[in-house]
DNA sequence: TAGATTGTTAATCGATTAACAATC
DNA sequence: TAGATTGTTAATCGATTAACAATC
């Protein structure tokens, strides 16, 4: 269904226009059909409209010359196109403070991402829940994965341990990675790698604080 | 110090590259000089080396011809140009679950972040505390920000709250915001703002899923 | 000196934006 | 029809990379 090629900044945006588009319909009156032009977009987003005509074209023609986009059905294009359609099954790797943090974290399953288990290593934590969720003993990970079909593993261990325990999962057949470790994983091209590197985040703020 | 128009890009590699020597220097061997070359750092980083070295160049000459870079030296270099070698005074608002994991997060000390103060509206969390942190009431913020002089508020609210309570820090005089809630702050031009939005980011990951 | 690698210029590549014909 | 806005092409802008003189 996808095409090659869309730039990575391209589905960044989509993402934008999805929220965008969420918070709009919210706020509006459900009489009367909703039109949304890539101007009014743009007001909100701050994103060129040209662009957002252009990230939109890589994938089909949603618009009404001379009037614009149906909201609903703008939102509803973006969500088969960015995946948010389907539910998505994931686990999180690592209990430590962020690990448990994510697992309560809400926006997650409004997402249609189904935390089905939490792994650590620690015998003390292994047993316990966090929610309603169940912390499993890292050992077991493979298996899990491959029995329950898990999509996405999120990677919270600390950086020393989280290139082995990415390759356990990768055995186990996970298809993306969240990494959350301070490094690049080499792991096999099959896997979709994301990086959401917090320290990364703090040096960059302090290069425009010392300017 | 710094010189206006480096893309946004080249210090987000810069941060890579001294990540990557603090590695190197870590696992190297103390007694002779280390020198390494853009080559090097590129093999190491995925990075190009004609990349690194222009990135480099935006700051100025580090390198010597026919030999590389002095790793300390470099590594020293990119701490000064990326403000590491100072110390950050920084709060968090709201103690909720990932406003308390930040707070517990390691990485943010060993960077020189000082966690100063977390801040809540709840009554039955004012006057906790995390790890040796104390939580005081939001209303405080803004005369916490002036008084101490904090340089970075992490904002880790609700969305509905985030923009005013990114308001009440901008009053105080913050100068950077490190912002978690799903939304744009609109500010004045004089707030650095970087946003971590871990929705996005899973969107993202299931658009590349889906294909 | 010969070999290696920087710093920098010039060429390439890709992404953004302006402009406009098509059309609602 | 007149006004508005899309979808798309062409122009612009900026970032990446190749190439190479300078030089250790």
Redesign the pocket.
Known sequence: MKKR?I?S??VNRLCIYHRCLENIIKTEDKKEPLF?????ISALTG?????I?????YF??????????LAINLVKELEKILGLDKKWSAIIVGAGNLGKALARYRGFRNRGFLIKGIFDKDPLKIGKKIGHISIYDIKEVEKFIRDKNIDIGVLVVPAEFAQEVADKMVAGGIKAILNFAPLRLSLSSEVRIHNVDLSLEFEELTYYLSK
Do not use: H
């Not at 949304?36 to 009014?40: L, W």
């Not at 089909?60 to 986009?69: D, E, H, M, T, V």
């Open positions: 090629n730039p900044v391209t949304i032009s890539s101007s009014e994103i060129n409209s040209a662009q005509r252009k990230d939109l074209a089909g023609q949603f618009g009404k010359r001379g009037i614009g986009y």
